[in-house]
């Protein structure tokens, strides 16, 4: 492999782009994966209930929520 | 695999450009995020949908299957419209 092609700004701009995406679907799955297990307690039906939607959607902004709470009191402790 | 051959070395040494490059590791990625998520969406739905293995696979449980992927799919796009929003509100106060 041409060695240059390696120190190239576009593929070091987009390794770093690709890694904000890797981070950012990595939190998406694994909250998902908590907030179905959550939210979804019944069989899966053809499409969900208004509550199980609110659910998900309200899993993952309290999850979000809490994430900051932790930081700041983590931050606090130092 | 010969799939960094693709290059124009006389001597049959590879010599790719940055785009093609960023072509590879670009569907490289594609392949690893839907294998992922296919290893979760197997697992969840296994757990929702077949609750006492039998000898074959029944008809309610491909359907419970179909339906539950179609769902997951769903709760994926519903967290991820959450997640969004949340640090849209959040970037104000930093």
Same mark, same amino acid.
């Given at each position: 492999?041409?060695?240059?092609?390696?120190?190239?700004?576009?593929?070091?701009?987009?390794?770093?782009?690709?890694?904000?995406?890797?981070?950012?679907?990595?939190?998406?799955?694994?909250?998902?994966?908590? &907030?179905?297990?959550? &939210?979804?307690?019944?069989?899966?039906?053809?499409?969900?209930?208004?509550?199980?939607?609110? &659910?998900?959607?309200? &899993?993952?902004?309290?999850?979000?929520?809490?994430?900051?709470?932790?930081?700041?009191?983590?931050?606090?402790?130092? | 695999?010969?799939?960094?051959?693709?290059?124009?070395?006389?001597?049959?040494?590879?010599?790719?450009?940055?785009?093609?490059?960023?072509?590879?590791?670009?569907?490289?990625?594609?392949?690893?995020?839907?294998?992922?998520?296919?290893?979760?969406?197997?697992?969840?739905?296994?757990?929702?949908?077949?609750?006492?293995?039998?000898?074959?696979?029944?008809?309610?449980?491909?359907?419970?299957?179909?339906?539950?992927?179609?769902?997951?799919?769903?709760?994926?796009?519903?967290?991820?419209?959450?997640?969004?929003?949340?640090?849209?509100?959040?970037?104000?106060?930093?």
């Amino acid at each position: 492999m041409d060695a240059s092609a390696l120190n190239s700004p576009d593929l070091q701009r987009f390794l770093n782009q690709e890694k904000e995406k890797a981070m950012v679907n990595e939190m998406v799955a694994k909250l998902t994966s908590v &907030c179905w297990d959550k &939210c979804i307690t019944s069989t899966p039906g053809n499409k969900f209930s208004s509550s199980e939607s609110a &659910c998900l959607s309200n &899993c993952a902004q309290r999850f979000m929520d809490m994430t900051m709470i932790i930081m700041k009191r983590v931050q606090s402790m130092q | 695999m010969d799939s960094f051959s693709r290059g124009s070395g006389g001597n049959g040494s590879p010599e790719l450009s940055t785009d093609q490059l960023i072509d590879q590791v670009k569907a490289q990625l594609a392949q690893a995020y839907a294998e992922e998520f296919l290893e979760i969406v197997r697992e969840k739905c296994f757990d929702k949908c077949i609750t006492k293995p039998g000898s074959s696979l029944g008809g309610s449980e491909s359907s419970c299957i179909s339906r539950c992927v179609d769902r997951y799919i769903e709760a994926t796009g519903i967290v991820a419209k959450a997640l969004f929003n949340a640090s849209q509100s959040q970037s104000n106060f930093f």
